[in-house]
């Protein structure tokens, strides 16, 4: 299994401009994570999902972002429109089970907004 | 509130000297405490949970209910130690983590 896989890797965009980040979970997981990172603030939850619903948002900064789980093999997070201070690395995991123990990370996409 | 304090950006010490990267949490229920590890250039990965009480890589955490602490010590420090590490609380379903230490262990 070649893990949690995160497209792009990196993403250079202008303020104002539509991002997409990619995750494609590790195959049986049935729980999906989105984390930012930054310097100032390390490892912020901003969502997850068990079984394809979402569970917690209460980490989504605000309604320019939106994350999606149409299905069990895919998600999505959307930034509309971007800011600067969106810049950081974004990263998925999965884990198998209800219960957070053992999150499985992707390599992180890095979005950087000019 | 759920939080997860780690007092030091950066520890820095000598090969053979002890390692203890300090983490306090804040959680009203009854804690479930991880530490995650991110080498150069790898992914973050799981590193030793509280309950089950092992020791990895030659590293140990005993969780304080009383301090509210899972610190994380190693008694001899190794350079490949030399990596982020996250203190992290898994309050149901969700992780929730420290901003992190880096450890950076000098020859």
């Known amino acids: 299994d070649a893990g949690v896989i995160q497209s792009p890797r990196h993403e250079v965009t202008e303020m104002g401009q539509e991002v997409t980040l990619r995750c494609k979970p590790i195959s049986g997981h049935n729980s999906l994570f989105w984390y930012r990172q930054t310097m100032m603030r390390g490892l912020e939850l901003l969502i997850y999902f068990n079984n394809n619903v979402p569970i917690d948002d209460s980490g989504m900064p605000e309604d320019r972002f939106s994350a999606k789980m149409p299905n069990a093999s895919f998600s999505t997070l959307k930034i509309q429109p971007s800011e600067p201070r969106d810049s950081a690395v974004y990263f998925c995991?999965?884990?198998?089970?209800?219960?957070?123990?053992?999150?499985?990370f992707g390599e992180g996409s890095r979005l950087t907004v000019l | 509130a759920q939080r997860v304090t780690q007092p030091e950006k950066l520890l820095s010490v000598f090969k053979g000297a002890p390692v203890e990267l300090k983490c306090n949490y804040s959680?009203?229920?009854?804690?479930?405490l991880f530490w995650y590890v991110q080498y150069s250039r790898q992914r973050l990965q799981l590193l030793l949970r509280h309950i089950s009480r092992e020791s990895i890589k030659g590293f140990t955490a005993d969780l304080n209910k009383g301090e509210t602490s899972f610190h994380l010590k190693k008694p001899f420090a190794q350079e490949e130690d030399s990596a982020m590490y996250y203190c992290a609380l898994a309050p149901g379903g969700k992780l929730i983590f420290g901003q992190g230490t880096e450890l950076s262990v000098k020859p």
């Open positions: 995991a999965s884990s198998l089970g209800t219960r957070a123990g053992e999150l499985f």
């Open positions: 959680y009203s229920g009854s804690p479930e």
